[in-house]
Every structure is written in C-alpha cells, then in structure tokens.
C-alpha cells in the first residue's frame, strides 16, 4: 500500500451498505479504523455507534465497544463475529444480527417507538435486489487500494469449514443486473478508476444468473474504456465451464481466488469440498489461468485426515502451477460451522477461532501430532515465500497466463514502478531476482509487465511473513496472541 500511497485494502463495504439502509435524514459519519484512529470527537459527536467487525477485528471491536460505552453512547452491533457468537460481547445495548435487510428496519421501527429490544435475529435471507448502494461520499476514495461491489450472497456448496452457508445460505441470492450497474455508475460518478473486488461469497454460485450479467457488464466496460479491473472469488468448478470464463475475461476479471484446501482427495472428501475432489486440480488452475485470470489459492492443513506428506505434497502443488499468491493456514473451527458442532462433540474444540492467520494458531485438538503440524505449517510458509521460491513462481504463471485485462496506465502506477526499481532494484536483497523477472517479462510478455512489478512489490509483504513464520518456534505459533493476516 505504501507504494500506492493508499491506508487499506478495501473499504467497509458492510457499514456503508448499513449507512444506506439508515433513515435519510440521520446525520451519519463513518470512522474506518483500517484507515484512521476513532478520535474522541467522533464519538462526542455521535448519539448512537453502529460498529461491524470481523472475527479478525475481535479485539479492535471491543476497544471500541468500551470507548463508546466510557462516553455515555449507544452501541449497536452486528456482522460476521457478532452474529456467529454475541455472547463473546459486553456493552452492546442492541445486537442487530444476521442479514441487516431483515433486521435494521424492525430494530429501526421499534428504536421510533422507543421499544428497541436488546437482540434482533432472523432466519429469513432477503431479497437483495432491494439492497440499497453504499454510500460511497462517507469515505475518501483514495484510501484504498480497491473498490467493492456484491452482486451474489450465500454458496451452493457446503464445505464442512466454512461458515458462509451459517451466515448466508446455500440459495445464492443475486442481484439484478442493473442494480449492480447502478453501482458501478455510482462508483464512477464518485471518479473511481482501478481494481474493483467483487466480494460474493461464490461468483458463480449462481451460474444462470452470472451469465445473465457478465454481457451487460462487458458492455459497460466497453463503453466506457474499461475504467474498473475486477477479481472475484469463485469455486473451482469454475474451470469446467469455458463460455463463463471466456465471458469473466471480456468483463475485464483478471484474478479470481479459489479455495483449493488440499491436494488430498481423502482431505476433500472429509471436509465436504466435493467440487474439488475427483478431479484433475493442477489442469483446473492451469485452465483459469489461460483464460486471463491469474489465480489466488486457498490452502489449509491440519485436517484429520492429513499425513506427514501433505505439507511437501502442497508445496509442490503450488511451486508447479504458479500459484504466486498462496494464502495457506491451518485449519480453524469457526463457530456455528459443521466442523465446530463435530468437534464441539468429539471434546476436541480448545476455545475460539482467531479467523485467518499466519501464527499456526489451533482452537482444536488435531489427529497430526500438534508440534509436528505447527513445525510443517512454518516450514510451508518459509519456503513459498523464500525469495528465490517466490520469484519462480512469477515466472511459472508467466508461462501459463494469458493477459487478458485492459489496463488504463495511471501516474500512481507509474510511480509504483519508479519506487519499485528503487526500493527493489536497488535496495533490497531481491534486486537481481527482480531485474531478471522485469527484463524476462519486457522480452517475453509485454502485456503482463504490470503484473509482474505488483507481484514483485507483494513480494515485499511475503518476505516479511515468510521471516516471521521461520524465527517462530512451534511453541510460541501455537501460544501467541499476536497474528499477521495474509490478504485474501
């Protein structure tokens, strides 16, 4: 981010869907904590604070909750780590929980009545096509290194992990494709060029209505210059359908994260990611790639059912497709998910989930010797992120990746570059590995230079957590509270 002279990955897509849902004549001001520190001011000027958080955020959220508390104003909670456990949480004097289509206007109506109850549920999963669009004006644009959009909630798929079908349902519930248009022409008007991140929980969950899209989607790039480069998260069934991908690449999609988990069928089946086991993975990436998407994967260890062999069976994996961008973890139990109630019921749960991370943190009892999976996780992350390792793996999807995305060249991009063969080229112990990626790219993929400088910049990011992860030793991983999140 430093070299896009950015504060954060993305913006709160979730608070400034809420803000729009809020009654139009409140007064409403956003503090993003990824991108400035809540002052006591705000909370001065504030009646009520409406706070969402991650279970990542957990302990930044309950700072927050207390300050509000400490200042005599109403707190109001709701998101992913107060609607998976509220009891986790003090000081809240209203839960508004689950999906806030259904629960923000009945806290709403009863808050006019002066009856607002202390919790708000519900099982119905609403009609988003009705979801209003964010509000864009309460952030500043150029904080952040991506925009975000939702067309789609809830996945067709039931991985025994995954707490997505807990919070939003197998029935993916789409948008009209208008209404996303809508969105982007709101993004648009507000002057935003770039990456834009399309943050359904399955892209093509909903295959019928992604094609009903895309067409629409491709047109509006086109007609406009293609002012938004997208990425997505999808399923690997993504790879079995060559008129969708075709479709993505025309919409001007350039990256698409896959949760891959394992290259163990025996894993696949036992956490029940069907889509994946059975078939031909390294064919599937390689496949996507072709299409012009480069592809980001998913990884974990720690299932039941893995050997001493899996950490160098995945390593391989992802060396031999270039996958450059591996956000590998071991397995977490997150609450309300199919894999908390097993082990919840084999005495195996150790406490809560600390989300995704990078410490080898473990809330479970796992079947592999404890010390022996922290020490191959370690080791796992160590060497995808060697220089040398990492820099290969650029040159792998290289070879397998077709540039498909138009790209407007902008002056922060260019200063990307000049900043990178400075503090690359020049300065760091990557310079070598970096130059020869720079000038094997200028000769022999012309089109995919700007990816190769973003890898290289990311590269920075890896070397870091890669250093972390090899001076940590078994027992500190699995006792440390302190955690580093790879980005998704």
């Known amino acids: 981010m430093s070299f896009v002279a950015r504060k954060a990955s993305f913006p709160p897509l979730g608070l400034l869907t809420v803000a729009a849902l809020l009654p139009p004549d409140w007064e409403k001001r956003l503090v993003d904590t990824n991108t400035r520190c809540l002052a006591d001011e705000d909370l001065a000027w504030a009646d009520m604070v409406f706070v969402g958080a991650m279970i990542v955020q957990e302990k930044g959220a309950k700072a927050i909750i207390a300050r509000a508390r400490a200042a005599g104003k109403t707190v109001v909670a709701g998101g992913p780590v107060f609607t998976m456990q509220p009891e986790q949480f003090e000081g809240v004097d209203h839960f508004v929980l689950d999906e806030a289509e259904v629960t923000l206007p009945a806290f709403l109506a009863d808050l006019e009545r002066g009856e607002a109850k202390p919790m708000y549920t519900s099982d119905v999963r609403p009609d988003i096509a009705r979801t209003p669009i964010p509000l864009w004006s309460l952030i500043r644009l150029k904080d952040y290194v991506a925009m975000s959009v939702q067309f789609s909630r809830g996945c067709p798929f039931d991985c025994e992990f995954c707490d997505i079908v807990a919070m939003n349902g197998r029935v993916v519930r789409t948008k009209a494709p208008e209404q996303l248009l809508a969105e982007l022409d709101a993004l648009y008007a507000a002057g935003w060029r770039g990456q834009l991140f399309v943050v359904d929980d399955n892209f093509i969950g909903n295959k019928v209505a992604a094609r009903r899209l895309l067409p629409k989607l491709a047109a509006w790039q086109k007609a406009r210059r293609y002012p938004f480069i997208l990425f997505t998260e999808a399923s690997m069934n993504l790879a079995d359908d060559e008129q969708l991908m075709s479709m993505m690449s025309a919409a001007n999609f350039s990256r698409v994260f896959l949760g891959i988990e394992s290259t163990s069928a025996e894993s696949l089946y036992e956490c029940g990611k069907l889509q994946n086991a059975g078939r031909d993975l390294v064919e599937a990436v390689k496949t996507i790639q072709a ?198």
């Open 291 to 488: 299409h012009g998407m480069q592809v980001m994967g998913g990884f974990i260890v720690g299932f039941d059912n893995d050997s001493e062999g899996v950490f160098d069976a995945q390593i391989q994996f992802i060396r031999h497709v270039g996958i450059v961008v591996a956000l590998v973890v071991v397995l977490s139990a997150l609450p309300k998910t199919r894999l908390w109630k097993r082990l919840e019921a084999e005495n195996r749960l150790l406490g809560n989930s600390a989300g995704c991370d990078t410490t080898g943190h473990l809330n479970f009892v796992p079947r592999m010797d404890r010390e022996l999976l922290i020490a191959g996780y370690q080791r796992m992350l160590s060497t995808l992120y060697s220089r040398e390792e990492y820099y290969a793996r650029i040159h792998t999807l290289l070879r397998h990746y077709r540039h498909t995305a138009r790209n407007r060249v902008s002056l922060t991009e260019v200063w990307a570059l000049v900043q990178s063969m400075v503090r690359i080229g020049m300065l760091s112990r990557s310079r070598f590995l970096y130059w020869k990626l720079l000038i094997s790219t200028l000769f022999t993929h012309m089109r995919a230079l700007s990816v190769a400088v973003e890898l290289a910049i990311s590269g920075l990011h890896f070397e870091r957590i890669a250093a972390a992860a090899h001076d940590r030793t078994p027992h500190q991983a699995s006792n440390q509270e302190s955690r580093v999140a790879l980005p998704a």
